[in-house]
């Protein structure tokens, strides 16, 4: 077993690590908060270098971490902001890839170890995607240890040149609501009252309405449930800039779908969803589906990037901008309680395999033990 510490390498002090976000999908935002209260809880001390914005939906200053606002831009005085706040740490470790090529900037000609964490497998396209790659590159020769959210993150850390790059146990922190004196079945009602879905199935889907996300398909796909009755519902939780498209489409073509924005309640409308659906061209360790599988919703999902690792057989997993194959899977588990209760049972079990919030701590602590122990004399 891994030492784990959370002393300086001259044993004095605690150990200091500073935790850099970028924009912060709620993913890694969700995940620094985590590693934040659990590494101040075991005496470390944490900065949390992230945009205002992002520590007042995060409160990263409540898990007993120091907040330090650091804009997501690479401008001059964001890195150095970053620079200052990095000046005693023992090990900084940066989410996702802008905040890490910052860190790396800004940890120009210090020895400081570099711990970057990958969550999501960034797009693009034409020459900006040989820009990625550059970047990519950048930040994986300049991390002592990449940490990969899935395997297909790992290979492609490796392919870039990353020294050392394994697999992150990335737990899903437990959601963050308000105590509410309301019953379950109250809360339920009124969810699908609110979407208007209360005598008809509630199937959805989350996320930003991004091109990769592949809602044009799952779009598509609704023509092939406009037959049933009850007539499905399709809800989308998110906001991005395919959205007056999307609406455009819904309403040219009288989709049985709507979009509802950014919400903060998704556990209440997964505890009301019949089906979730996961139509991504990409996922590395999706949110939606750990919280499906977690809360006992049947999942349809392409079987991209690490979605098949994630979830094993414990979903429907079709190819990606397959619209038939989507719709299919969907209306046979709508037809089917007999497979929509299995899947619940392997969701269940299959969300028990997942790392805890306390393993991923712990994981991370002896990552951080390595780099910063003194090397022992020969």
Known sequence: MTHVSSHSPH???PLH??????????????????????????GVRVTVCAPDEAARVYDFAGTGARHVHVARSGDPASVAALRAACADADLVHAHGLHAALRAAVALTGRTTPLVVTWHTR????????????????RVARAASVVLGASSDLVDRARRRGARDARLAAIALPAPRRPETVEEPDSLLHKARAELGAVDRPLILAVGALERHRGYDVLLDATRAWRH????PLLVVAGEGPERAALQRRIEDEQLPARLVGRRDDIPDLLAATDVAVLPSSRESRSVLAQEALHARVPLVATAAGGVPELVGDAAELVPYGDAEALATAVVRLLADPVRRAHLKDKGQAQAATWPTEDETVTQVLSVYDELTQPLPYA
Request: glycine residues 14%; hydrophobic residues 45%; without cysteine.
């Open 11 to 13: 044993g004095q002090t």
């Open 17 to 42: 690590t500073v935790q850099v976000l970028g924009g912060g999908s709620a993913g890694s935002s969700a995940h620094v908060r985590s590693l934040a209260a659990g590494l101040a809880a075991r």
């Open 122 to 137: 960034p797009h693009a396209e034409g020459a900006r995607a040989s820009v990625l790659r550059l970047l990519e590159r």
């Open 228 to 231: 049933l009755d009850p007539l």
